[in-house]
């Protein structure tokens, strides 16, 4: 174990303090470091050279205690493409095989020529340093340091970097950087006794690759293999002699070296190089004199750094925001360390290679539709995102927003680091209230119940009362709710007909027949849920009527892969945006998964998709079908703050979102992208650029069809329907009721022989769905003028068989 920190002793003079340094030098190189260890104190005090105590040297360390190094890490495109490169040092670790022997050896010939010849230190470099240093009438400073103690600084550099608080990592920084004078040969001291120690334990190759992988070459730059990538754009086993002379004169001065940031002072110093490896051997005259005579920044070619998130759109356009999700689940999954800290740790210093789900073409799809929909400098400032999904994997394959990507702290017009994609905590929005879009997950319900999309409801406008729904087993308070049709629609309609124009009242009364509690858990098992925690801390669906219509404010990502559920026939997959996860020794870490399941049975989802295909038909039918099989529902909220389209093929789920991003706004009376907009629906420009970018995207795909919908649940079941006439409103209400059927009442009554106000005619009153809503029509008590012997009407008319009429011709009508 390394001895622990000794405090510091009495101020010595330079002298004093390198005679002690060399004389441990000679004796460590003839004895080893135990003799030097229990000998030099000794010497140093018999001959007076220095008042350090023997304690003091005791206590320096001859274990180094070496860590993994800080790499950077990558995020690409599911084809490979480089998005992104996070660091905190810009670095990538290779074999020693892995580097030119021409950057080896030019290395070695700048920084430490007698390498393979010392034990660790150089006496006879420390003292033609100390005689330099002290005869120099310019001030300049000669380094005394072998590579192996300048790899071992290094790795002091990097503990003290590792610090936690900033107080002991500028503490640490000092003692491992130390001085000019007394300090920096104590600091030598410390670096020779650890250097001849660790070159016991490690062999000269090891100790240059450690070397050539810690040490910086460049203002932002750290080992070979990032040097040659980022000033030459290869590997370093690939660098010429040329090339291998600029990298190894930079590390003496990372950033007065930097060819890219001086290039004339780089180029006096790989001359120099160039000269010291001609004079070693290690290159030819003729090479030499042809090195010195060619301009460096001829030999250049720079690969710019760019770090995070904003450099990806420069590669594929508008992948910034999909590259800062990717970065927001490293930081928040557990799956990636313990702590938030640790995470991003990982992120910047792990070394990670991140595949994602991320296709570049439909990228740059949907990043062009999104912005063509209403492009980023529209003088409107309506916002708008687009994300898709993958059915039955959940792989997020691309995601866009008409906004540029930006992490600066003060960013510019229309740009923008917020997510409008995604939750608060993977790119900080506050998700938009889904409308209509929402409705889907009400029909789920309703099918599962039993019920068909040929059962009829109430779609006219009227007040509502909360007493009409039931929450978990309990009946609502008596609270009236007025509610209205957005996109028209009025009176008894099918499901279908409800669900095909959009009609707000239609799915009110269809919830008013179920529980909302299991409304909301089925949308729950279809991963909705709130972009940020309610005020109770929660972000599961709120259970209360008006939320049947969307009134909780979602991510688009959601709403998109809730409806993937629908076009996988069934399938749940939580979104994923990451399918591989690789550290720095090329093992796999893990990774969160799509935890695929049936979520809901087949044949619920495939009722619910054949309802949905029908939006070409209703509210969708102004923007029209696209040339494949597709489902999809329109989405506006109240006052047309929001509006959506999520629509589906078997292939890909994608949302579409329209509206002001800040805070709910009307998006009425305006003009967008040059386009008068008294008030903006779901089919206003959310559908078509869903219907724009899935056709591009489906292009020459094999689009296959939907599964077949259970007819069933799209016809119901036919049963015999009771007949009620002759009872009163009441009575027949309820016997239709306790059969499974709902009871409207026609408003005109008319004439027969039965009393005022019991049911004169049903309809239908043979068989019909379970569910259907039987017409009432109630007598007004006044017998019909003109009676038709022969009319096969009304029970009570004369000429009826339970009529009493006094017959005739014959005989008359039927008998009773």
Excluded at 104 to 125: I, L, M, N
Excluded at 158 to 173: C, D, H, M, V, Y
Excluded at 523 to 528: D, H, K, P, R
Excluded at 639 to 666: C, H, I, K, M, Q
Aim: charged share 15%; net charge negative.
């Amino acid at each position: 174990m390394p001895n622990p920190a000794r405090q510091r002793g009495r101020q010595v003079n330079a002298f004093q303090a390198l005679a002690l340094l060399l004389t441990f030098a000679l004796v460590a190189g003839v004895s080893g470091v135990l003799a030097a260890g229990l000998v030099l104190p000794g010497v140093a005090v018999a001959n007076g050279v220095t008042d350090i105590t023997v304690t003091a040297f005791d206590d320096l360390p001859t274990e180094l205690d070496q860590k993994e190094l800080p790499e950077k890490s990558v995020i690409k495109a599911a084809d490979g493409t480089l998005l992104a490169t996070f660091w905190t040092q810009n670095r990538v670790v290779v074999p020693l095989t892995e580097i030119a022997p021409l950057l080896q050896q030019a290395v070695v010939a700048t920084e430490d020529k007698r390498f393979y010849k010392h034990v660790g230190v150089d006496p006879t470099g420390m003292l033609r340093a100390f005689v330099k240093n002290q005869t120099d009438e310019d001030g300049g400073q000669e380094g005394a340091s072998t590579l192996t103690q300048q790899y071992i600084k290094n790795v002091l550099i990097e503990e003290a970097l590792s610090k936690e608080t900033e107080a002991e990592k500028l503490a640490a920084l000092q003692d491992a950087r130390g001085a000019s004078g007394t300090e920096g040969y104590a600091r030598k001291l410390r670096e020779a006794k650890l250097a001849i120690a660790l070159e016991k334990t490690m062999t000269k190759e090891q100790i240059l690759e450690k070397y050539l992988n810690i040490a910086p070459f460049g203002a932002s730059v750290y080992g070979a293999e990032s040097a040659a990538q980022y000033y030459f754009t290869k590997p370093a086993k690939d660098l010429n002699y040329l090339e291998a002379a600029t990298i190894a004169g930079v590390t003496q001065s990372p950033t007065k070296w930097d060819p890219v940031l001086n290039p004339e002072a780089s180029q006096t110093r790989r001359d120099r190089v160039l000269k010291l490896m001609n004079e070693q051997g290690f290159i030819t005259d003729e090479e030499y004199a042809a090195g010195v005579a060619t301009p460096l920044p001829d030999t250049l070619h720079v690969t710019p750094l760019k770090q995070g998130c904003m450099a990806a759109g420069d590669v594929i356009a508008g992948s910034g925001y999909f590259c800062d999700f990717v970065t927001k689940i490293i930081a928040n999954d557990e799956a990636f360390g313990a702590t938030r800290d640790e995470r991003i740790g990982l992120l910047y210093q792990g070394g990670l290679t991140i595949t994602t789900t991320l296709d570049p073409g439909m990228q740059r799809l949907a990043d062009a539709e999104v912005k063509a929909g209403i492009p980023v400098d529209d003088p409107s400032g309506v916002a708008s995102a687009i994300v898709t999904v993958q059915p039955g994997t959940g792989k997020v394959l691309s995601m866009a927003q008409n906004r540029t990507y930006a992490a600066a702290a003060t960013p510019g017009t229309r740009e923008e680091s917020v997510n409008f994609n995604t939750d608060g905590a993977y790119g900080g929005s506050g998700g938009f209230a889904p409308g209509s879009t929402f409705k889907p997950l009400t029909l789920l319900e309703w099918l599962k119940q039993g019920h068909s999309l040929y059962e009829q409801v109430n779609g006219t406008a009227r007040t509502m009362n909360e007493n009409m729904f039931t929450t978990c087993g309990a009946k609502g308070g008596n609270v009236p709710w007025p509610v209205r049709n957005s996109e028209g629609g009025a009176g008894m309609m099918t499901v279908l007909q409800g669900t095909q124009q959009s009609v707000n009242l239609a799915y009110v009364t269809m919830a008013s027949q179920l529980d909302m509690c299991n409304i909301m858990k089925g949308a729950e098992a279809l991963g909705v849920h709130t972009a940020k925690p309610k005020p109770d801390g929660t972000t599961t669906p709120s259970v209360n009527p008006s939320n049947v219509l969307g009134t909780d404010s979602v991510a688009p990502l959601t709403m998109a892969s809730a409806f993937a559920t629908f076009a996988s026939g069934g399938i749940y997959c939580k979104p994923i945006a990451i399918t591989s996860v690789q550290n720095a020794q090329g093992e796999e870490l893990p990774i969160p998964p799509a935890n695929c399941t049936q979520a809901v049975e087949t044949k619920y989802a495939n009722t619910v998709t054949f309802a949905l295909s029908n939006v070409w038909k209703g509210t969708a039918s102004k923007v029209g079908a696209p040339p494949f099989p597709s489902a999809g529902k329109t989405g506006t909220t109240t006052n047309n703050e929001d509006t959506w389209f999520v629509g589906y093929t078997p292939l890909l789920a994608t949302a579409v979102w329209v509206g002001f991003s800040e805070a709910p706004r009307p998006v009425q009376d305006m003009t967008v992208n040059g386009r008068w907009v008294p008030n903006a629906y779901g089919s206003t420009i959310a559908a078509p650029t869903w219907k724009r970018f899935m056709t591009q995207v489906l292009a020459g795909a094999e689009n296959p069809g939907f599964g077949a919908p259970d007819d069933k649940l799209v016809f119901g079941e036919k049963v015999p329907v009771p007949s009620v006439v002759g009872k009163s409103e009441a009575d027949a209400r309820a016997t239709l009721q306790r059969a499974g059927f709902n009871a409207a009442v026609d408003p005109t009554q008319v004439p027969s022989t039965l009393p005022a106000g019991t049911v004169a005619a049903q309809n239908p009153s043979g068989t019909a769905t379970r569910g259907t809503s039987v017409v009432l029509t109630l007598s007004n008590g006044q017998p019909p003028a003109g009676p038709d012997p022969n009319q096969p009407g009304l029970p009570g008319w004369p000429g009826n068989g339970n009529g009493g009429g006094n017959g005739g011709g014959g005989g008359g009508g039927p008998k009773p």
